[in-house]
């Protein structure tokens, strides 16, 4: 009976020791994990999974762009300018000052010259115009040699050389007058080898007439009276 309790007092004892031993164990080994885990855990931790967390904004970024259908509309893009065009300047135009013109250029729209080379005291004029004497024709102030020209008040002066062609007959004297719009303007007398430069203002003329005419001719006498190279400018 003694023996009995022995051995049932000693397998008690046996017992709580293993318990105890196993108890502390069992606290090393929850330590040990606690602060020394394994690779499983870790890899099963929030930490671990950068995956998932970066995929995260892509599915939201789906869920909130869905794919057209048939009956949606593209947004319009904004064309208009941000900033305002200027409006183009308005153009002014400078008047065209017209270039010089010699008389034979322009029509005759009264009476009658003829244009010709002519040589007036050794010096050659070939835009000429200019009137034939013969006979007793044009003799004095009776029936003068005359030509009209419109101008349309486009010019400003008139240069020409007024004199006798070299193969007149020495005794005739030749009489030159420039009118504009009916008013005199101008006038000269000119002898063989004795020609005269004439500078016409003509500012506002529409009608310009050249008028010539021989005095102290005789019968017999010939020639020409002649308006060398008679140029319009507008300055």
Excluded at 39 to 47: A, L, R, Y
Aim: hydrophobic residues 35%; contains cysteine.
């Amino acid at each position: 009976m003694e023996k009995k309790r022995f051995f049932r007092d000693l397998g008690h004892s046996s017992w709580q020791g293993i318990s105890g031993i196993i108890g502390v164990l069992a606290l090393v080994l929850g330590i040990v994990t606690y602060f020394f885990p394994s690779e499983d855990k870790q890899s099963s931790s929030p930490s671990a999974s950068p995956t998932a967390t970066l995929s995260a904004p892509a599915d939201r970024k789906q869920e909130a762009s869905p794919p057209p259908t048939e009956n949606s509309t593209a947004p319009t893009p904004n064309t208009s300018p941000t900033d305002p065009v200027p409006s183009a300047e308005p153009v002014t135009s400078e008047p065209v000052t017209p270039e010089p013109v010699y008389l034979d250029d322009l029509e005759q729209v009264e009476g009658y010259l003829v244009t010709a080379s002519h040589t007036i005291d050794g010096h050659e004029y070939s835009r000429s115009v200019s009137q034939e004497i013969g006979s007793s024709y044009m003799c004095g102030d009776i029936d003068p040699a005359v030509a009209g020209f419109n101008l349309g008040r486009k010019y400003k002066k008139l240069h020409v050389v007024a004199g006798l062609s070299d193969d007149t007959t020495s005794n005739v004297r030749g009489r030159f007058k420039v009118l504009g719009d009916g008013k005199l303007l101008k006038s000269a007398t000119a002898l063989l080898g004795e020609p005269k430069q004439m500078t016409v203002d003509v500012s506002g003329v529409l009608r310009l007439k050249l008028v010539a005419s021989t005095q102290v001719c005789q019968y017999g006498d010939w020639g020409s009276v002649v308006w060398g190279d008679p140029v319009l400018t507008a300055e």
